[in-house]
């Protein structure tokens, strides 16, 4: 069975360019979260989407950043205009919510920005 | 607030040697408590889990036990390989809060042979 599958896994740009990450989650969960890794900052919860609407985007760093759920498998991370400050990996992770105990999330390999 | 402290690393250990990676955490309700394991130039997966006090989880050699009355999740390995070589992130979920994760710093852990 198909993890999730990020794309691009490297991005180089220059400041001021649009960037757009994707993301196809594990058929069947029914929730999806993008992460951003730095050495400075650690692993950072951007936005939690649960049944395609987004729950928590309160660790969306500014108004640059924007996410999109259209449907069940598939979602994209947002940066215009990007700036050097926005280079790291962005992380997709996917699980199944069923109510109760927190389940387990599964990552994809990730997405290396690069803002010249 | 929820927030998770690790020990900062890099931890360096010749193979075979035990291991310990210090966990705590503070959280507004009852959390589960997850360690997951990086792999270079991959994402993060699951490694173990322990859902109520007292409980251990238990992978692959590592053990860790949740202590409500310490607020720990330390990992343990009682013998480590090279293969172990990794970033090792403590993490907690409120319960009932749709499977969101805190995510602590993360520790670098270097097996030498």
């Known amino acids: 069975d198909a993890g999730v599958i990020q794309s691009p896994r490297h991005e180089v740009t220059e400041m001021g360019q649009e960037v757009t990450l994707r993301c196809k989650p594990i058929s069947g969960h029914n929730s999806l979260f993008w992460y951003r890794q730095t050495m400075m900052r650690g692993l950072e919860l951007l936005i939690y989407f649960n049944n395609n609407v987004p729950i928590d985007d309160s660790g969306m760093p500014e108004d640059r950043f924007s996410a999109k759920m259209p449907n069940a498998s598939f979602s994209t991370l947002k940066i215009q205009p990007s700036e050097p400050r926005d280079s790291a990996v962005y992380f997709c992770?996917?699980?199944?919510?069923?109510?109760?105990?927190?389940?387990?999330?599964?990552f994809g390999e990730g997405s290396r920005l690069t803002v010249l | 607030g929820n927030s998770v402290t690790q020990m900062e690393g890099p931890v360096t250990l010749s193979e075979e040697a035990f291991l310990t990676i210090n966990c705590t955490y503070t959280a507004t309700g009852y959390p589960s408590l997850f360690w997951y394991v990086q792999y270079p130039g991959e994402g993060l997966q699951l490694l173990l889990k322990?859902?109520?006090?007292?409980d251990k989880g238990s992978n692959k050699g590592f053990e860790a036990t949740y202590r409500k009355e310490t607020t720990s999740f330390h990992l343990e390995k009682g013998s480590v390989q090279v293969s172990d070589s990794a970033v090792y992130f403590c993490a907690l979920g409120l319960n009932n809060a749709g499977n969101m994760l805190t995510f602590g710093g993360g520790t670098r852990l270097m097996v030498k042979p």
């Open positions: 992770a996917s699980s199944q919510w069923t109510g109760g105990d927190t389940g387990e999330l599964f």
């Open positions: 322990a859902t109520k006090a007292d």
